[in-house]
């Protein structure tokens, strides 16, 4: 794939965040700079409590940093007020997380379809769409089943296309295979590398699993409050 190296679409400077923890200030991390290109597949590994999830929660306008800036396709993110933040989340950021949090009492195409919903389409005006990306997913048989009915790996499925079908500029992905076993865990990953390469996704992967980051195009790990980039190949688990 080419990348345009010189084309970031997520720019951080000086990111640093503090939680206050009883009398003192506990710094998860500070002066965290760095790229997300567009079109890049990026790994985020480092131990649990480094500050993985926190870090994407700041890229996708979900909390905000103590210190520093975040700008995605050069709109700055720490600046926005908070409804413009949750448009932006609806329109710009794909969300996958390591629990699918898909609502129990809608089938998996109503799933799919909720952040086209929640913008005030109907239901009728989204439904191809929703089945299309169900479809992407192979899960298009499945539409009218409700979420427990379905395999965790199913469920997480259906997760992804919920995440893809505004069309993302960015797609976060804290853990998104960490609830799966094995094979389970490796159809999900090659799902969303496929659909990274085929919708030309920019993707950030919160990992614990190494041989997934090291198929990443680039790969940092945060420790200790810092981030450290690692050539992928070096991480072959």
């Not at 103590?66 to 609806?90: E, I, K, T, W």
């Not at 299309?132 to 992804?160: P, Y």
């Not at 079908?165 to 090659?190: Q, S, W, Y």
Request: aromatic letters at 6%.
């Amino acid at each position: 794939m080419h990348l345009t190296m010189h084309d970031p679409l997520v720019r951080v400077i000086g990111l640093k965040k503090v939680f206050r923890s009883g009398e003192s200030d506990l710094v998860l991390f500070e002066n965290l700079s760095f790229e997300v290109y567009r079109g890049e597949m990026l790994a985020l590994v480092g131990a649990s409590g480094a500050g993985k999830s926190t870090l994407l929660h700041i890229l996708g306008a979900l909390e905000r940093a103590s210190q520093g800036d975040v700008y995605c396709a050069n709109l700055q993110l720490n600046s926005l007020p908070d409804d413009a933040a949750a448009d932006f989340r609806n329109r710009e950021i794909g969300f996958v997380w390591q629990f699918h949090y898909l609502l129990p009492e809608f089938t998996a195409l109503e799933n799919v379809a909720m952040p086209l919903l929640m913008r005030g389409r109907s239901l009728q005006a989204v439904q191809a769409e929703a089945a299309q990306w169900l479809r992407e997913v192979g899960l298009e048989a499945r539409g009218h089943h409700r979420s427990g009915e379905l395999s965790g790996g199913e469920q997480q499925r259906v997760a992804v296309a919920r995440a893809l079908i505004n069309r993302p500029k960015l797609l976060l992905a804290d853990e998104p295979t960490g609830d799966l076993d094995g094979p389970t865990a490796e159809a999900v990953f090659d799902l969303i590398a496929r659909l990274h390469r085929e919708h030309q996704l920019t993707s950030l992967i919160a990992t614990h699993n190494l041989a997934f980051a090291a198929r990443c195009h680039r790969v940092l790990r945060l420790q200790q409050g810092r981030l450290q980039e690692l050539a992928p190949e070096s991480i072959r688990a």
